[in-house]
Each structure stands twice: as structure tokens, then as C-alpha cells.
């Protein structure tokens, strides 16, 4: 067993190291305040190839693969925390058109991805269907060479910087998750709209709601087998579970090394307090807590890159990774006394952008009902 980075994917991450030290770190709470999308940032990542390790070379990707890009992702988020959003949906969704979209979409769209200068966002939820995913209700009806999409979509991850949407409806009404399709619909369609979330953190990148009023796309923009939207995106989509739960490592771990540092600063009793174990000791669980969960992400992502089942796993990552992780920057904030609580620090805004990924493809609950299905079997499903 071999626990090294590859010389190409350690070369990577030391770039991104460099780069989230230099220019994310210094702005996270910047962007935070301002409520600004961060467009040189991201610019800057698209073009530094920070979207392209899962992406075939034909389409301008690099082919490091799923580790490649989970590292990527931890090494920005120490950085910014919601400046690894962009990698994970450029990334992954790039991989959803590359499987499954037809060739002039893949040609015009997923270089543009990939290089920054187009924007993706991913339309599941609704209004009144969440973890119930089936449950969804905007519909998709053909006339003649056109699909027409109707229905309202909502909590959807830059929604307002999107320059198209991967949008679930079903093409079979009354039918559960058999009769949903996934269509590729740009935003600057008529009848599409979208407004933002006033959400307690990930202020920069936002959430939003998307409505499709009788929107009209050409029948080709179909993603895959019609009827089979569900199975197709969502067995590629496992590796997004993997990269919410390292964009929370790397808040976490950077949080403890600020933490360290600040121990041996600080003094109380004549001492500084790191010489307490009292502060010591919460400080190294939290420590081996992120660092068990970053191996076992990075583990799945291995997985993923042999072409294993990694299902299960991505969904413990993410159902106990990010538990973890926010109890690891509480900590961190608790040790920084009053200070830590001041929006001068920024754990707590570590903790507002961490918690958000509770919810994120999917709560601790569905996470673990994922779980069950893998290890016990289909007959402990309750649906
Ligand atoms: C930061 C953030 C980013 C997001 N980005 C996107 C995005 O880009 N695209 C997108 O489509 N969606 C996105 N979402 C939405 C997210 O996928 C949903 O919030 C999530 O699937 C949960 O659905 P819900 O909020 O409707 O909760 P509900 O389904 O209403 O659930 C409410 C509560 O009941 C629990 N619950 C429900 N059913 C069960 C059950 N059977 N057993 C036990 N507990 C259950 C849930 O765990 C939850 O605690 C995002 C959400 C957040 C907060």
C-alpha cells in the first residue's frame, strides 16, 4: 500500500498550496462581507487548471483523475473555504456532460468550463422535494423538436453566476424516480429566471431559486437515456459527496494550524496556554479526527480512480467527515476565547460555511440511509 501522492498530483498541490496562501486565504473573509462573487479568483483557478483533473484531454482536461481533484479541492478550501465550490461543480459537472451530453455540446461547453469563463449550477431540489428526490415535480413535455420545461427548482449552489443549468424533470408523469430526465438548459433561455438566498454563510457564491416558465431547449439538449436521468448523473456523482466533505477538511485543518500558532501566543496563568493540556488535548482530537477523515476521503477517491464501488464510502465521508469538521473549528473558535467569536477570526465563519454542507447532495440522514442500503441490503429501505 502505497500512501504517497503521485509526483504529477503532489506537483498540483503544492502549486495550489501556494496559491490558496498567497491570494484566498488573505480574501475569504473579504468576499464574506462584500457578498461579491469572486470572478478574478476564479478566473485565476480556471486557468491554472484547478477544474480540469477529471476532464478528458480532448476537451482541455488534464486526466489526473478523482484523487487529483479531491486534492485540489482540500488544498483550495484551506484557502477559502467557498472558493472550492467552483472546482467541485466545474469539475463534476464537466464530468456529467462529458458521459453523458451529445458531442456539440460537450465541444462548445465543457472547454469554456474548464477554462473559467462558463459557469455551471445543478437543479434537483424543489420547493417541495428534497431528500425525496423523486418526489420532484417539474416536467419536461417534447413538441416537435423542442423539449418545454416547466417548474420551479430551489436552493441551487451559484445559481446567479450560472451560464446553464443540469435540470431534473420528469419526462413520465407519476412514475417515481424512472420517469426523470436530465436536460441541459442555458440561463439566457426565455422563460428562465432566478433569484438569491439570503443564506447564514457561502455569502460570495450563493444559493438561489431557478423558475422555468414553459422554457423551451432543442430535444438534443436531453443528457443521457431519457427516463434514466436518476441512475446515470447519480452514479457519477458519488465523487461530489467526497469534495463537500474535503472542502470542510480543509477549513478544519487550516483552523487548527492557526490554532497552534495562536496557543503558544496567548498567555493565561503566567504561561502561554498551549502548555495546558486542557487546550492541548482538544486540539489534537480535533487534529486526529480531520486527519482520519482526510485519509478515508482520499481512499475513496482512490476507489473511484481503480473503478471500484465507492458508493458506501462517499457516503460515510460525508454523513461523519463533516460532523467532524465542524466540531474541529468549534474548537478552535472556543481556544481564541472572546476573540474567536469576533468577525475578526475567521472560524466563525468557518463554522456558518461548514455547516451549510449538512444539507449539500444530501443530510446526514439520507448520507446514512445510503449507508444501511450498502451494507444491509435494499430490504431496510423504508420506501
Ligand atoms: C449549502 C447548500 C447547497 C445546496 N446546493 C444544491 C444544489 O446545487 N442543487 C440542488 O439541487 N440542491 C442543492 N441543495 C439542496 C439540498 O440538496 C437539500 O437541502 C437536501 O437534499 C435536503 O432536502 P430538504 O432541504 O428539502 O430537506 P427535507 O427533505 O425536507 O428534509 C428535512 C429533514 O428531514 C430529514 N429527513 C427527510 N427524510 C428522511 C428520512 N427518510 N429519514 C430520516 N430523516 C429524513 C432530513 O434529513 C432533514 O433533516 C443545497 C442545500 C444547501 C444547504
Redesign the pocket.
Known sequence: MDFNLSDDIQAIADTVRRYANEKLLPKYQHWDKSGEFPHDMYKDMGQMGFFSSLAGSQYGGSELGALAHGVITYEVARGDFNAAYPVLLCGGLSLLLENLAPDHIKDEWIPQVLAAEKLL?????EPG?????AGLITRAELEGDEWVITGE?A???MVMEADALLVFAKTKQDDGSTGVSLFFVPTDSEGFSRSPYD?MG?KAIK?GSASFQGVRIPKENLLGTQGRGFPEAMKLFDIARVLLTLMCVGAAEISIEETGNYIKERKAFGKPIGKFQGVQFPLVEAHSHVELIKLYCYRTLWLRDQGLSHTKEASICKAMGQRFCIDAIYTCMQLHGHYGYTSDFPFEQRLRDTI??E????????QK?VVARELFGREVL?Y
Open positions: 449550477g445543478f437543479c434537483l431540489t422535494s428534497g431528500s425525496d428526490a427548482k436552493s441551487i449552489s443564506d457561502h444559493r451549510g454542507i444539507f449539500a447532495d444530501g443530510t446526514s440522514q439520507v440511509m423504508a
